[in-house]
C-alpha cells in the first residue's frame, strides 16, 4: 500500500487548505486512518484520524474546531480552516488495517502505512 498525500502549500494566517491522501494497492475501507505532522525540530505529533468501521473522528487538542477529517472510498481529506503559523509543517497522512483504540493512535509506531508528506507553510 501506497499513500499518496497532497495539497500543501504556502497560506497566510487565517486562511484555509485542504489536504487529500489517496492509496495505491488498495482503497480505504477498513481500519484506521489518519494525519499527523512534524514541524521542523520537533518530533512527528498527531493531527486527526478516524476507525473506518465507526463515526467518530478524532482531533488533537491543538487542531479542534479548526481542523475537519472527511473521506470517502478514494480518498481522505483534511479541511484545515484559521490557519496559524505554528500549524507549519509537513503533514502526513497514515493508515493501518487495525482499528487503533483512542491511545494507540497518537503514537507513529502504530500505525503501518505512511505517505510522504506535503508540507504547510503558514506565513504572512
Known amino acids: 500500500v501506497q499513500l499518496q498525500a497532497s495539497g500543501g502549500g504556502l497560506v497566510q494566517p487565517g486562511g484555509s487548505l485542504r489536504l487529500s491522501c489517496e492509496a495505491s494497492?488498495?482503497?480505504?475501507?477498513?481500519?484506521?486512518t489518519g494525519w499527523f505532522r512534524q514541524a521542523p525540530g520537533k518530533e512527528r505529533e498527531f493531527v486527526s484520524a478516524?476507525?473506518?468501521?465507526?463515526?467518530g473522528k478524532y482531533y488533537a487538542a491543538s487542531v479542534k474546531g479548526r481542523f475537519t477529517i472527511s473521506r470517502d472510498n478514494a480518498k481522505v481529506w483534511l479541511q484545515m480552516n484559521s490557519l496559524k503559523p505554528e500549524d507549519t509543517a509537513v503533514y502526513f497522512c497514515?493508515?493501518?488495517?487495525?482499528?487503533?483504540?483512542?491511545?494507540?493512535?497518537?503514537?507513529?509506531?502504530?500505525?503501518?502505512?505512511w505517505g510522504q508528506g506535503t508540507l504547510v507553510t503558514v506565513s504572512s
Open positions: 478516524f476507525r473506518w468501521s465507526g463515526s
Open positions: 497514515a493508515a493501518t488495517e487495525s482499528s487503533l483504540i483512542m491511545s494507540s493512535m497518537f503514537t507513529p509506531v502504530s500505525w503501518r502505512y
Open positions: 494497492g488498495r482503497t480505504f475501507t477498513s481500519g484506521t
